[in-house]
C-alpha cells in the first residue's frame, strides 16, 4: 500500500495537467478545462466549503475565551482562521495531486468540536488562564493524533475490515447530534449575549437575525437549481450580516464587534499563517487518547464520504490505494493545522454532495479553488472580518449544516438497512451513547468523585466516541439473524 502511493507520484501531477483545455473535460477526473470554467466552478466548491472550514474553529475558541480575549491572545484566535484557510488549500492540493487523487475538498472537521470543548476547565465564553492551557492542549493533541493516522493511513487494507458498514453511519448521526445543542445556541445569540444584561427589547433582534438568515437559506434552496442550490449556506451568511450591520447602527449596538478590524501596518494586511510556540505545548496522555479516538471516529466519517464520491461521481467503488491515500493525507494536514494553531481537517461532505449531484469530477476546477484557500491564508483582514461574524448569524446558516449531518447519518442507516440487528445498533447508540450525555446530575456526581471519575467524565461525555465505541463493539457482538439462539432452542425441541 504505501509503496503504491508513492511509486506513481509523477502520474499523479501530469494527469491533472495534460492536453489542452476542453469544456467536455469538466466530467472527466484528469485533464484541464478553460480556465474561466475552472475558477467558476472551483470557486463553487469553496463557497461550499468556506463557512464550514472556519465555523468548529469560531466554536471551539469561543468557548474555551479566546475570541474575547486581551490583545496579545486574540492573534491565536487569527491566526487559527487563517491557518485553516491555508493548511485546507495545502491539503486539497496534496490530495489532489498525491494522495487519493479524487475530486475532494479537505477541511475543518465538526466532529471534534464537542471534545476540544471538553478540555477547558474555566467558565464557557469566559477568558483565563485556563484558556491558555486549553489551547496548547488542544494542538498537542492534534500534532500527535495527525501523526497517528497519517502513519495508520495506508494500511487501511488489513485494519479498515473491522469498521463494518453501520458503524460509519451511526459515527455521522452522532456527529450531528453532538451538534445540535451548539447550534441552537448560536441560533440564540450565544452564551455570552443569552447571560448579558441587554434588554429583551434589544435582544429579540438577535433571533431576528437568526431566523432571517435560516429563512435565507432555506429559500435559496427552493428556489434556486443547479450546482448554484449548493451555495445557500454563504448567501444566507452575507445577507444575515448586512441584516446584523444595519441593526447594529440602529436598534442593536454592539451586535457587531469590529474591534479586530484594526490595520496599523503592512503586516496588518498581509502576513503568513505562523507557528504555535512548541516550547508550550501541553501534552497530555488522556487529551491525547481521546483525540486519537476521535480521529480514527474521523476516519470512518472520511472512509464513507471518499467512497460516496467514488460511487455517486465516478460510478465505481473506491480503491484500497484511493482510500489509504485519504486517511494519510487527512492525517498528515491535521498534524500540520496542529503546528499552525488550527483544528484537523478531513474530506468535507458538502463537496462530496456537489460531485454527486452534479457529476463534475475534474481534479483540475477543484485545484484552482484549493490555490484560492492557499492565497486567501496570507491576508488578515479577512481572517478578521470573518471574526467579527455574531453568533445569531453563524447559528442561522451553521444549524441546516448540523441538521443535515444528522440526517445525512439517518440515510446511511437507511441505506444499510433496518434489520433487527441495526436497530439494536442504532437505539442502544443513541439511548446510550447520546442520552448518558443529556444527564448533567450524572456528570457532576463524576466529577465530584475524584481525578479518575473526572477522567471518566471527560470520555463520556463525548457523544460521538460513546455512539462509536458502542456501534463497533454491538456490529461485532450481535449476530446477523437476531433470533438465532431461539430458532436453535426451537429446532431441538422440535427433534425431541
Same mark, same amino acid.
Given at each position: ?8 507520484? %509523477? ?8 492536453? %489542452? ?19 467558476? &466552478? ?5 463557497? =461550499? ?26 492573534? &491565536? =484566535? ?9 493548511? =485546507? ?135 434556486? %437549481? ?16 448586512? !441584516? =446584523? !450591520? ?8 454592539? @451586535? ?12 496588518? &494586511? ?10 508550550? !505545548? ?28 467514488? %460511487? ?26 496542529? @503546528? ?23 481534479? $483540475? ?13 496570507? $491576508?488578515?483582514?479577512?481572517?478578521? !472580518? ?25 440515510? @446511511? ?28 446530575? $450524572? ?28 456501534? @463497533? ?24
Amino acid at each position: 500500500m504505501l509503496k503504491s502511493i508513492f511509486s506513481d507520484f %509523477k502520474n499523479g501531477v501530469v494527469s491533472i495537467f495534460k492536453g %489542452k483545455p476542453n469544456p467536455q473535460n469538466i466530467y472527466s477526473i484528469d485533464g484541464r478545462v478553460p480556465f474561466t470554467q475552472g475558477v467558476v &466552478f472551483g470557486i463553487q466548491h469553496i463557497f =461550499a466549503m468556506f463557512i464550514a472550514n472556519i465555523a468548529p474553529i469560531l466554536i471551539v475558541f469561543s468557548t474555551i475565551g479566546l475570541l474575547n480575549a486581551p490583545a496579545e491572545y486574540t492573534s &491565536f =484566535a487569527s491566526n487559527a482562521v487563517r491557518s485553516a484557510i491555508f493548511i =485546507a488549500g495545502i491539503g486539497t492540493i496534496i490530495q489532489l495531486l498525491f494522495g487519493a487523487r479524487l475530486p475532494i475538498v479537505i477541511g475543518t472537521s465538526f466532529t471534534f468540536v464537542g471534545l476540544f470543548c471538553s478540555f477547558y476547565k474555566g467558565v464557557p465564553n469566559v477568558f483565563s488562564q485556563e484558556s491558555i492551557d486549553a489551547y496548547y492542549t488542544i494542538m498537542a493533541s492534534i500534532i500527535i493524533g495527525g501523526i497517528f493516522i497519517g502513519v495508520l493511513g495506508p494500511f487501511v487494507k488489513w485494519w479498515g475490515k473491522i469498521i463494518k458498514p453501520i458503524v460509519p453511519a451511526v459515527v455521522v448521526l452522532g456527529i450531528g447530534l453532538s451538534l445540535l445543542s451548539v447550534g441552537a445556541e448560536y441560533f440564540l445569540g450565544g452564551s455570552s449575549v443569552i447571560s448579558s444584561d441587554i434588554s429583551n427589547n434589544v435582544y429579540i433582534f438577535y433571533i431576528i437575525v437568526a431566523v432571517f438568515t435560516l429563512i435565507v437559506g432555506i429559500l435559496w434552496s427552493l428556489f434556486i %437549481k443547479g450546482i448554484w442550490k449548493n451555495l445557500n449556506i454563504i448567501v444566507a451568511m452575507v445577507l444575515g450580516y448586512l !441584516l =446584523a !450591520l444595519i441593526f447594529n447602527y440602529t436598534v442593536a449596538p454592539g @451586535m457587531l464587534d469590529f474591534s479586530a478590524l484594526s490595520f496599523k501596518t503592512v503586516t496588518d &494586511f498581509i502576513n503568513v499563517p505562523y507557528f504555535v510556540d512548541f516550547s508550550k !505545548l501541553r501534552f497530555e496522555p488522556l487529551p491525547i487518547v481521546l483525540t486519537c479516538l476521535v480521529f480514527l471516529v474521523a476516519t470512518v466519517e472520511g472512509i464513507g464520504d471518499s467512497s460516496a464520491v467514488c %460511487k455517486g461521481g465516478l460510478n465505481r467503488s473506491i480503491t484500497q490505494r484511493e482510500l489509504g491515500g485519504v486517511l494519510t493525507v487527512d492525517g498528515l494536514s491535521s498534524m500540520l493545522a496542529g @503546528m499552525f494553531g488550527a483544528l484537523p481537517l478531513t474530506t468535507f461532505s458538502q463537496n462530496v454532495g456537489i460531485v454527486a449531484q452534479t457529476k463534475m469530477v475534474n481534479r $483540475f476546477t477543484i485545484f484552482i479553488g484549493a490555490c484560492f484557500l492557499v492565497i486567501a491564508g496570507f $491576508f488578515p483582514p479577512l481572517a478578521n !472580518l470573518l471574526l467579527t461574524i455574531p453568533y445569531c448569524v453563524l447559528g442561522g446558516a451553521i444549524i441546516i449544516v448540523f441538521g443535515s449531518i444528522a440526517v445525512t447519518g439517518m440515510s @446511511m442507516i437507511k441505506d444499510e438497512g433496518f434489520t433487527e440487528k441495526n436497530i439494536a445498533i442504532v437505539s442502544l447508540s443513541i439511548c446510550l451513547g447520546f442520552g448518558i450525555t443529556l444527564v448533567s446530575s $450524572f456528570f457532576d456526581r463524576l466529577n465530584s468523585g475524584g481525578e479518575a471519575l473526572e477522567n471518566l467524565s471527560i470520555i463520556i461525555s463525548n457523544p460521538v466516541i460513546n455512539m462509536f465505541i458502542i456501534a @463497533m463493539i454491538l456490529s461485532w457482538a450481535l449476530p446477523n439473524d437476531m433470533h438465532i439462539s431461539f430458532k436453535k432452542k426451537q429446532d431441538t425441541e422440535n427433534e425431541k
